[in-house]
Structure formats: C-alpha cells, structure tokens
C-alpha cells in the first residue's frame, strides 16, 4: 500500500511540472488575452540575420496578464542563452532551441517594469539571439 501511495505522488508531482519548448511557449503566449502581435518586417528580418520574427506585447497590461506570461516562461526547457538585465532594470531573459534543418529558434522576453513585457520569438542562424536587438 505504502508503494501504490508512493508511486501515486511521484506521478502527480511528474504531471505538475510541465516542460514546453520555445515554440509551445510562444503559441501560449500569443493565446493571452490582451496581447497585440506583430510580424518583424522582413527589412529587419534580413539585417538582423533571422529567417523571420514575431513580437508580441504586453504593454500596459494588468500584473496578473504579465504573471500569466511569466508563468509560461517559467515552463520552457530549452537551452538559457541570456539571463541579464539590460537597459536600466529590464529583465532580459533569452531562450534557444536547434531544429532538426540547422536553424535556431529562439523567444526572448523583455520584461520593463511599470511597462510591461515584450516578447520576441524567431527563427534565424546559430547567432539569432545576438541578432534580436533587445535593448
């Protein structure tokens, strides 16, 4: 009984821990209410060496719409290419993922107190993240 009861909690604890990609982060986060996407014109796609890009932003949004986008990012496994701050107090966190042709994707979050968060999702060589101007 005492193993059942166990197995029971390890496997609930398993299912409460949800692991997302960058792209699953990025369909969540462009299903929040109150969210104004955009696509990154493809002038800036090509000088900044991306494929292509999408921003969405949270700006003047409610604490629990910015807590809703920080839960979501919260969740992403893939690989942690920036953790900073940047610009005065924004937080900067930046994640990376290689696809199976050779392309990065990449979703950086720019999160500016008493503003809001924007959200950078894209597609581009082993340099995207460095090529997304965050600041």
């Known amino acids: 009984m005492k193993k059942i009861l166990m197995m029971m909690i390890v496997a609930l604890a398993t299912v409460s ?7 699953e982060a990025y369909n969540k986060i462009a299903a929040i209410d109150g969210v104004a996407i955009s696509d ?4 800036d796609c090509t000088k900044e ?8 932003m949270f700006i003047g949004a409610s604490q ?9 990012l919260a969740e992403i496994t893939d690989e942690v290419v920036v953790d900073q701050t940047a610009q005065g107090n924004n937080k900067v966190v930046g994640f990376a993922a290689k696809q199976e042709d050779g392309r990065t994707r990449a979703l950086i979050s720019v999160n500016m107190p008493n503003a809001g968060i924007v959200v950078v ?6 340099d995207v993240v460095s090529g997304m101007n965050i600041n």
Request: no cysteine; glycine share 12%; aromatic share 8%.
């Open 17 to 23: 821990v949800k692991a997302i990609t960058v792209d």
């Open 40 to 43: 990154v014109p493809e002038y």
């Open 121 to 126: 999702y894209a597609q581009g060589g082993d």
């Open 49 to 56: 060496g991306m494929d292509w890009g999408k921003v969405a």
């Open 64 to 72: 629990s719409t910015l807590d809703e986008v920080e839960k979501v």
